[in-house]
């Protein structure tokens, strides 16, 4: 046999891998697949079948086949195999994912995520949906770069990943996995189907389990692991071809809920640093220096070294998730067009109970959301057929999200030790009244807060009308031209509050920002005199409001917030006074106090207020209610059958955010996105060597992420002529992301096929004077703003790049040794907004590898895996005070049939 001819099968399968998507249904079975030309491969990006180099955009493509051969089925997993894409590792809700570099960081509960996700023609509106879910019987995996909407779903600023399963056919099949891995791992896969009634219905089913204990064990219950993995899902899919002119697809899901220890898996830095950039001393409580309190001290059973060394948490729990799904897919055959009904509904749910890092009852839920998520979208389109002057597709679109979203904190009896500051620790505990207070500050109290808010009804729906067309004015010139117009309509109501008064409900604030708590306000004054009316702080002048008379520091003047001016509110909050009196300290009233005792109410209130935050009722945020065009014009050029050259300009818009910054509405602005493209698609040397490659220029104007903003709650609250500012979801003038693509696949050597691609991101903040200043440049004094003007995107690295190879090594006859392996690359990146020194993650480079033995017909297949394989031990994200550590190597065994 010749050179030539021994490479003739491999044609169609570098050509499919470069692709994208199976081969044509004719092509010859797996194990003898027979010679075919570039220009029948196909992808469907465009919702519709098409030729890959006929599509003038940058898309790269993962197989199904090569993820199953590594036992890859996470999104981690996926995204280390394609071209300038990556993912964030929060957790199961916080996790996103970018593209270019861009969407990797910022994202929030009503904030639409910057790269599109669409699962078997349904669009996911929220990155949650990913993240805690495993792919499995995939067939093959698209990336699409820039703005997209025209065409696919729900429109995406920064470009979509779809996902195209594998579909009934009344064919029988039956596929299944069994994996053993450290760490107690077990994964299981079933994939089985076939007709139901022949000619008229067939059948798929999927069904997975995936377990085992993470690489960390909790010191505090051994049984508790960071990160175990605990995934089973099910989906079910019919095929209903009732005649030659319609077809239907039915598609059921669910993931029951499980849980998984996700938060949490981060260790101290060992020495910190103790200074900022001019020299100032950092005087910051740490958790080493809380530690060193005697509260804590008198605990013999756990130390420093502990706490540095070891994960030791005594409330920690998985955190839950769960989802499900239905879908029906129906299109019509009408003459030369078809009409193409999607109807879906998704749901997800997310329970998170986090801890403070230590064995002591400072948090049951160091803060922890709980979130119920549903969609319903239904898209409509029609599609003409290919050919002729002129293709197209046009369609409707619409889609209605609800999350109901609870961030939830309980603090414990240690937490007023743990967050009283130095001062207020010292003064409580210096007796036994003091410590009752020190305790009772925090004890079992409830409450749902946060920044932005604590509790959030967001109504998000989206309607849309677009039409994309290719026109062919000639065999090699084709312009493509694509419009979209979607109504956004976005709602958010919010609201934070305690839920539970806890062991001291005399002890709450009289009142905090409207909102009545029954308790009763002291305050320490050692400055300016203070004007008080119904129980708060308000400024001089004020109608109805009584002076408070200053004193010094040496001899402060400790005083009852009551008014004259409200005879029952006074009088309530001095019962609540005489009841604290009497219940620390023995005395029937607040005046029968001891200036020192009084003091000492003082600071266990201020604990307490400090840390429920700020209180509002129930408030509709200023929603966000805009039309929004997207548009895509795109000339390619095919210069002949191998090589195919296209330009392509995209704009694209994601919609604001109504949101809240300490129970005042802060909406954020419309983020808009345009891509300058330039790019060719070729086949080489005898179509051994397919290369795509691109250069981009994308510009974002209003680009959302963290920024600094005033804090008009705080400012108005204090009234004292300074502003003050905080960090929230917010707009960033410009953002400019430039750079170079490559996509390949060699097989010219037989038996051994090699994919790769690369890329170059020069991502950068062209206009940011709005940034928070760097955490060693927040010195006291410092200015409230930092100017980022150039520099580097957040999130971003420079070079990414990834490789895999796949050689079968004949043997035996029908038997084969198969080799694979995947290399992922990053450059370093800042892992956080804030650009901070302490926040580049390094350079890292992560190698999966496996050997096996089998059939070459796939009915068999055992092979030894090994995940990171040569130990990358690069964190996944570090600040000045902890880091993520890798995950380290993973050894494995998988066994594959096909019957």
Known sequence: MTTKHRLRPLTA?????????ALAQEAAPAEEPAQQALGAVTVRSRNRIEKLQDVPLSISVIQGAELDRLGAVGIDDITKRAANVSWNLGNQRTSSISIRGIGKIGQTEAQDPSVGIIVDGVSYAYNA?????????????????GPQG??????????????????PSFTPTADFTLGFRQRDGLFATAAIGGPIVDGLIAWRGTFSANRGAGDIKNAYNRDVSYTNTDRISGRVQFLVTPSPDFKARFAFDLQPRAGETTNGRSFPVINPPTTYSNGAPITTVTNEQRLGRRWFKDN??????DYQNLLTTDSVRGLVTGSSGATADLNWQLGSHTLTSITAFKSYHFDA?????????????AGGFWNDYRQATQELRLTSAPGGFVDYQAGLYFIK???TADYRRWWGNDAGAWFASAAQYNRLDADGAGRDLLRNSLANVKASYNSPTGVQDIRNQSAAIFAQANWHFSEALTLTTGARLTREERKNAGTSRITSDGSAPELNPSIVNGVLLGGFDSYLNTGAAKWVKDGIVVPAGTAGAVQVAAGTAAAPTVALTTSTADPARSASALAAANKAAAKYFGVATWDALSAAQKRQLADAQAIRKTNVGVLFPTTEAEPFKATQPAWVLSPSYKFNRDLTGYLSLQHGEKAGIAQFVNGISSPVKAEKTDSLEAGFKSALFNKTLILNADVFLTRIKDYQQSVRVVDSYTTALNNDGTFYYTSTTGNVPKVEVKGLEIDGVYGGIRDLTVRFSAAYNDGKYKSFPNAAQRTEDNFPGAAPYADFSGKPLAGSAKYTGNIGVDYRQPVWGDKEINYTGNVAFSSSYYSDVGLSAYSVVPKSTTVDAGIGFGTRNKSFNVSLIVKNLFNDDTVRSISSTSYAPAI??????QFMARL
């Not at 025209?150 to 579909?167: D, E, P």
């Open 150 to 167: 025209t065409l696919l779903g729900k429109n995406a600023s920064v470009g979509n990943i779809i996902f195209t399963t594998k579909r």
């Open 129 to 145: 949906l990913t993240s805690s879910f495993d792919f499995v019987d995939i067939d093959t995996i698209e990336v699409t770069r």
């Open 13 to 21: 399968l570098i050509a499919a891998l470069a692709a994208g998507s």
């Open 888 to 893: 380290p190597r993973s050894v494995g065994i």
């Open 353 to 365: 109970v986090n801890d403070d890092a230590t064995p002591f009852d400072v948090y049951r839920n």
């Open 401 to 403: 999200v609800n999350n």
């Open 300 to 305: 013999t059973g756990y130390s420093l070294a």
